[in-house]
């Protein structure tokens, strides 16, 4: 009975552990993500304010 109930808590806690690692390493990836999407629209904000003025015509996107 306390060999069960040991070997229960045992589990639950190795799994728990597990899921704390994988949202952890999701977490971090996302942020490098967001950083990475951040930086490429500021670039692309940057182009869009430099080329503004360069076409005589309405934008043809």
Known sequence: MLEDF????????????????????ARKEMLKQVKKSEQHKRRDDAGDVENRGASDGPNQG
């Open 6 to 25: 040991v070997g229960f808590v045992f589990s639950a806690l190795l799994g728990i552990a597990i899921m704390v690692v994988v949202v952890y390493l």
